[in-house]
């Protein structure tokens, strides 16, 4: 265990957990909405400082990043645990363990060990994914320390459920970040994913004026998330808060933990929606799950030159390389290069 960095001591020996905005108010042997965080004689400790349940290497096009080191690798950890509840998670049986009681699990490590196998793999960047890295915040904190040091990129894949204060913390050590931007309407976020739509709102301004990379996903979830109206809501709101250079990422849902009942999504929304994130004046709006022709391909705005050819996860050719502007017409192109 490890103490806390965000919480609040109370009277009785109770706490008040300021990592996201949940802000858990944890009597005393009780745990926070993570099931990670646990309030022990009046002080909050995290459970999963040094218990990673997942670590390997992946393409940092699977994060999905496609404007952040193109082709390179990352070195890519969880532990259990998630201030989420999303009907739809992919990861349930490591992200929502805790909140049903289940051990705290996980290989014991150390930040040291962390960047050593980052860098003996080959990696040049860590990823804190498949689970939520906010709610292990510590361990993730500590290891991004560690990585700038040793010229290791840091890469958040997040729900963007973060309090303001731990996000500025780590902010100078946070290179890139793929918030999950799963809807725009409230309400699909309290039923469907257990959390609020207006701080990951926040949390997406903040990091833009961070400097944080930003690119976006949005799972489209057939019936619940995927009509005209919010999409193009959606799209509005890149555009004008984040920029229209933002990438977007659309992916596709298929059945999975508690919404087994719904279809997969078809090829024609994803379509549907790259095309209302277009017509909104977004510069670079992808799909993935689904293979669609030139839909995970980077394209300059202004010349249309195929600058980044992609199938699936592997980048297939790459004209950026390194340089930061469109080789035919010079547009700068957004994005970390180098």
Same mark, same amino acid.
């Given at each position: ?5 965000? +919480? ?24 926070? @909405?993570c099931g990670v965080r646990e ?38 950890i969880a532990t259990v645990g998630?201030?989420?509840? #999303? ?39 860590? =990823? *804190? ?6 709610? +292990?915040?510590?361990? =993730? ?19 963007? +459920?973060?309090?303001? =204060? ?6 100078? *050590?946070?290179?890139? =970040? ?5 809807? +725009?309407?409230?309400?699909? *976020?309290?039923? @469907? ?16 004026? !961070? ?30 808060? !984040? ?18 009942? !719904? ?20 510069? *670079?709006?992808?799909?993935g799950n689904l293979p669609i ?9 202004? #010349? ?24 035919? #017409? ?9």
């Amino acid at each position: 265990m490890k103490q806390a960095l965000f +919480f609040k001591k109370l009277e009785a020996g109770k706490v008040q957990c300021e990592l996201c905005p949940h802000n858990c108010l944890i009597l005393p042997g009780g745990r926070g @909405i993570c099931g990670v965080r646990e309030n022990r004689d009046g002080y909050l400790f995290s459970l999963v400082y040094d218990r990673v349940i997942s670590s390997q290497v992946d393409p940092i096009e699977k994060k999905p990043l496609f404007h952040f080191l193109p082709g390179s690798l990352s070195y890519s950890i969880a532990t259990v645990g998630c201030n989420f509840r #999303c009907d739809f998670c992919q990861n349930y049986g490591i992200s929502q363990g805790p909140r049903e009681k289940k051990p705290i699990v996980g290989l014991e490590t150390t930040p040291e060990k962390v960047v050593a196998a980052a860098l003996a793999q080959g990696c040049r960047s860590i =990823a *804190y994914t498949y689970t939520e890295p906010t709610i +292990f915040f510590e361990f =993730a904190y500590d290891c991004a320390k560690l990585a700038k040091t040793r010229g290791l990129r840091n890469v958040f894949v997040t729900n963007g +459920f973060i309090n303001r =204060a731990p996000l500025e913390m780590v902010a100078p *050590y946070l290179d890139a =970040a793929n918030v999950d931007l799963k809807s +725009f309407r409230d309400e699909y *976020y309290r039923k @469907i994913c257990g959390g609020r739509l207006a701080p990951v709102l926040e949390t997406l301004k903040l990091m833009k004026q !961070l400097r944080i990379w930003v690119e976006l996903t949005t799972l489209l979830v057939p019936g619940l998330n995927d009509s005209d109206q919010e999409l193009t809501e959606l799209a509005a709101f890149i555009k004008n808060e !984040l920029g229209e250079e933002t990438p977007w990422h659309l992916s596709a849902f298929f059945p999975t933990y508690k919404l087994v009942d !719904l279809p997969p999504t078809p090829e024609t929304t994803l379509r549907r929606a790259r095309d209302i994130g277009l017509a909104a004046g977004l510069k *670079y709006v992808y799909t993935g799950n689904l293979p669609i022709a030139e839909a995970e391909d980077t394209f300059c705005p202004q #010349c249309k030159e195929p600058l980044i050819t992609r199938s699936g996860f592997s980048v297939l050719s790459n004209l950026i390389d390194g340089e930061t502007a469109c080789p035919k #017409c010079g547009r700068p192109i957004a994005g970390v290069w180098r």
